[in-house]
């Protein structure tokens, strides 16, 4: 099996709970290939599929259809396999909250049978930061303390491809930041990492991303290339009545869609508008007007996917 050219594969695979009339279709032919040590990011509101896609290419859950491979290993059949070759971190903390932080790290340890000496120059990065707080129960960890106690659980045993269920909801942003700086260390030592995250600021992050909504992937490409194929122009506007500013917008008839984004709403709008007839149509009805061009970013992307 170590000829296997990609370090995950997934073909066709679809998940679906309940029976008859209560079915929720919760991965539909979802297909894509993930690069030896490559950051893939699975990029997606809550309830669009990631947690059950982890689930099945960790071997939590089985498919209902389809196929898919973790180092060329069968996630049905050779599951025991897998099991050994990934580190996987749900998205809710999941360590023994009454054990201390060396325990948690020393348990996992010793289940993948190996010891936090063998492998502790994978985790130097990590676990120092929180090593002076060893002694400590995990349950009264700070966030960002358990992301990396957990992150660190993941890598004892020195895992091929690591598994990431949104790791930075609800973390503070210097958390956040700190933990991309990780795994981009982690994959400089041939890991592959598999992020997912609702964030559409991480995608950035990436090398390559999958686009994913109601258990469909929308796109798949490099964060650059999928903002590269967005042709239409933007218009980023602020009013001291933003909502009646968005159904004015909305109502503009070159506007082909409108929505927040931060401070401001950006309106997509038709090839070779006419600027200053959006401006003049604002102006009459909205104060404290402030209108500008805008570079489309991975949410705009997102958005424009998602409605067609």
Request: contains cysteine; charged residues 25%; proline residues 4%.
């Amino acid at each position: 099996m170590e000829n296997y050219q990609y370090s995950v594969v997934a073909n066709d695979l679809a998940k679906i709970y309940g029976k008859k009339k209560d079915v929720v279709k919760a991965l539909q032919d979802v297909s894509f290939k993930v690069n030896k040590a490559e950051i893939f990011g699975i990029i997606g509101p809550d309830g669009a599929g990631k947690t059950s896609l982890f689930r099945i290419l960790t071997t939590l859950l089985l498919p209902s259809s389809g196929s898919a491979a973790v180092d060329g290993f069968d996630v049905v059949k050779d599951y025991k396999q897998i099991r050994n070759r990934v580190g996987y971190m749900p998205g809710r903390f999941s360590l023994y909250q009454d054990l201390t932080v060396e325990e948690n790290l020393e348990f996992f340890a010793t289940i993948f049978k190996t010891t936090v000496h063998e492998n502790y120059d994978l985790i130097k990065d990590i676990y120092s930061q929180i090593e002076p707080f060893k002694d400590r129960k995990a349950g009264k960890l700070s966030g960002g303390m358990k992301q990396k106690l957990a992150l660190s659980c993941a890598l004892i045993h020195r895992p091929t491809v690591l598994f990431l269920d949104e790791p930075t909801t609800g973390v503070d942003a210097v958390s956040r930041k700190e933990f991309w700086e990780m795994l981009k260390r982690l994959k400089e030592q041939e890991i592959t990492i598999l992020v997912s995250t609702p964030y559409m600021d991480e995608a950035s992050l990436c090398d390559r991303v999958a686009l994913m909504q109601s258990g469909h992937i929308l796109s798949i490409n490099t964060p650059q290339k999928i903002i590269q194929e967005f042709k239409r122009p933007i218009m980023a506007a602020r009013a001291a009545n933003m909502l009646h500013l968005l159904n004015d917008l909305r109502a503009f008839e070159e506007t082909e869609d409108a929505y927040p984004f931060g401070e401001y709403h950006h309106a997509v709008m038709k090839p070779n508008f006419n600027e200053e007839a959006l401006k003049n149509y604002l102006l009459t009805d909205n104060k404290e007007l402030d209108l500008k061009k805008a570079e489309p970013d991975i949410e705009d992307c997102f958005m424009a996917l998602m409605k067609n």
